[in-house]
Every structure is written in structure tokens, then in C-alpha cells.
């Protein structure tokens, strides 16, 4: 967005040679914060601010969207970053140039669905518990996420870490094992359903993402989901 902003003002960019295209106004969703003297959460902030891009934004417009749909749950997150992206990329929608960066690997499939869209990832290599971030752009969907090697890089103690690691293996393997079949007269009852609905958004988190008043507000609808399945 910087270079695009320079090379229109003409301006020299930082590259040996680029060829940039003219826009006509350049939008941007990036950053989360609570504005708390107007009362409004992370997510409002964000949404009002989508909300103007979609309304004001043109095919001749660029776009850079950075977690949208992550100050809420899980489902409901993903399905308006997927809305948005896919109105953003439609031609006979918006159709505008858009870097759309997302922890929702299932959008990844919308690059076989949708004309125009390119995954593209940071490359990373790993060994044992190490991270190291090459700092290239390359073809393709990122496979994971590193929170855990992020935090191990912030600082977090080794023994958090540790039951970081054990709590992910037993999520991911809770992720992967087939959902057994009920029998037809059993039926899931709602406090299943809601607890069933917690551990989903558990193994969907992203804590790398998160601000850390973000991690308490999920800390607090969780337990609230919780809550309310005790007392129904």
C-alpha cells in the first residue's frame, strides 16, 4: 500500500523496477483496539470500518484487509471474512484489487472457487522447536500456524510452552478423530451442543492473534456459553 501510495505521487519506490497500477483511493482494515469512550468493542471498530470500504471502495481501488471477522466466535468470523472476501474479489460485486490476510486457513480453498484469487504464504522453516521466518513471499496456503514458536520467540516461559504443546496435540487429535455416529434415539442436548461449540472454538484460536483484551473477552463468552449450558 506504502509503494502503491508513492509511485502514484511519483515518488521512487524501494525496488530495482516495479510496474504499479493507478488507483483511485487506497483502503485499509488493520489493527484492533476497543474504543472504550465510545463503548464500542474491537469487533464494532472493525465492522464500522468494513462497513465504509464496501460502501465507498471501487473496481479501481486497493484494498488491505488484515483478520477480519477475529474479535468474534469462530463461525461467525470466518463467515464474514469468506462474505467479504468473496464480494471484494466478484467482478460483477466489487471486483477490486485485494491483499486479504487471514488465519482462517479454510479460505484457502477460495483460490479454486473463485477467478483471480492467489494464495501466497510467508515461508518458514522449522526444525524441532525452532522457527526460523525466511521473510519471502511464496506461492500456496500456509499448512499452519506458529503461534506456539511465536511466543517461544516473545519470551513465554518454557513450561507454559511445554503445556502449550501437549494442550494443541490433544486438540489437533480431538480435531482429526472421526465424530462417532449416535445411535437414533439418542439425541445431543443443548449443554452438549454449547460445550461442543466452546472445544470447537478452542481448536480454532489463534492466541497469536489476539491482543490480550481480545484473550479475556473469549476467556469471558466462553465461560458464558459454559454457564448457560449448566443451567439448562
Same mark, same amino acid.
Given at each position: 500500500a506504502l509503494?502503491?501510495?508513492m509511485?502514484?505521487m511519483?515518488?521512487?519506490?524501494p525496488?530495482?523496477?516495479?510496474?504499479i497500477g493507478?488507483?483511485?483511493r487506497?483502503?485499509t482494515r488493520i489493527g484492533a483496539?476497543?474504543?472504550?469512550?465510545?463503548?464500542q468493542s474491537t469487533?464494532?471498530g472493525e465492522m464500522q470500518?468494513?462497513?465504509?470500504?464496501?460502501?465507498? #471502495?471501487?473496481?479501481?481501488?486497493?484494498?488491505?484487509?488484515d483478520?477480519?471477522g477475529?474479535?468474534?466466535?469462530?463461525?461467525?468470523g470466518m463467515?464474514? #471474512?469468506?462474505?467479504?472476501?468473496?464480494?471484494?474479489a466478484?467482478?460483477?460485486?466489487?471486483?477490486a484489487?485485494?491483499?486479504f490476510?487471514?488465519?482462517?486457513h479454510?479460505?484457502?480453498?477460495l483460490?479454486?472457487e473463485?477467478?483471480?484469487?492467489?494464495n501466497f =504464504?510467508?515461508?518458514a522453516?522449522k526444525?524441532?522447536d525452532?522457527?526460523?521466518f525466511?521473510r519471502?513471499i511464496v506461492?500456496?496456503?500456509?499448512?499452519?500456524?506458529y503461534?506456539?514458536e511465536v511466543?517461544k520467540?516473545?519470551?513465554?516461559?518454557?513450561?507454559?510452552?511445554?503445556r502449550?504443546r501437549?494442550?494443541?496435540t490433544?486438540?489437533e487429535?480431538q480435531?482429526?478423530?472421526?465424530?462417532?455416529?449416535? #445411535?437414533?434415539?439418542e439425541q445431543m442436548?443443548?449443554? =452438549?451442543?454449547?460445550?461442543e461449540?466452546v472445544?470447537? #472454538?478452542?481448536?480454532?484460536s489463534?492466541?497469536?492473534?489476539?491482543?490480550?483484551l481480545?484473550a479475556m473477552?473469549?476467556?469471558?463468552e466462553?465461560k458464558?456459553?459454559?454457564?448457560?449450558?449448566?443451567n439448562?
Amino acid at each position: 500500500a506504502l509503494m502503491v501510495l508513492m509511485a502514484q505521487m511519483g515518488s521512487f519506490v524501494p525496488a530495482r523496477a516495479a510496474r504499479i497500477g493507478v488507483v483511485d483511493r487506497i483502503f485499509t482494515r488493520i489493527g484492533a483496539s476497543d474504543d472504550l469512550a465510545s463503548g464500542q468493542s474491537t469487533f464494532m471498530g472493525e465492522m464500522q470500518e468494513v462497513a465504509e470500504l464496501l460502501k465507498h #471502495a471501487t473496481s479501481r481501488s486497493l484494498l488491505i484487509l488484515d483478520e477480519i471477522g477475529r474479535g468474534t466466535s469462530t463461525y461467525d468470523g470466518m463467515s464474514i #471474512a469468506r462474505a467479504v472476501l468473496e464480494w471484494c474479489a466478484d467482478p460483477k460485486r466489487l471486483g477490486a484489487k485485494t491483499l486479504f490476510a487471514t488465519h482462517y486457513h479454510e479460505l484457502t480453498v477460495l483460490e479454486g472457487e473463485l477467478p483471480g484469487v492467489k494464495n501466497f =504464504n510467508i515461508a518458514a522453516r522449522k526444525k524441532k522447536d525452532e522457527i526460523l521466518f525466511l521473510r519471502k513471499i511464496v506461492p500456496g496456503g500456509a499448512d499452519r500456524s506458529y503461534g506456539i514458536e511465536v511466543a517461544k520467540l516473545a519470551g513465554i516461559p518454557e513450561k507454559v510452552l511445554k503445556r502449550a504443546r501437549t494442550i494443541l496435540t490433544e486438540l489437533e487429535s480431538q480435531s482429526d478423530r472421526p465424530r462417532r455416529e449416535s #445411535a437414533p434415539q439418542e439425541q445431543m442436548t443443548l449443554g =452438549n451442543a454449547r460445550e461442543e461449540e466452546v472445544l470447537d #472454538a478452542l481448536r480454532r484460536s489463534h492466541p497469536d492473534a489476539l491482543t490480550p483484551l481480545e484473550a479475556m473477552q473469549l476467556l469471558y463468552e466462553l465461560k458464558k456459553t459454559l454457564k448457560g449450558s449448566l443451567n439448562s
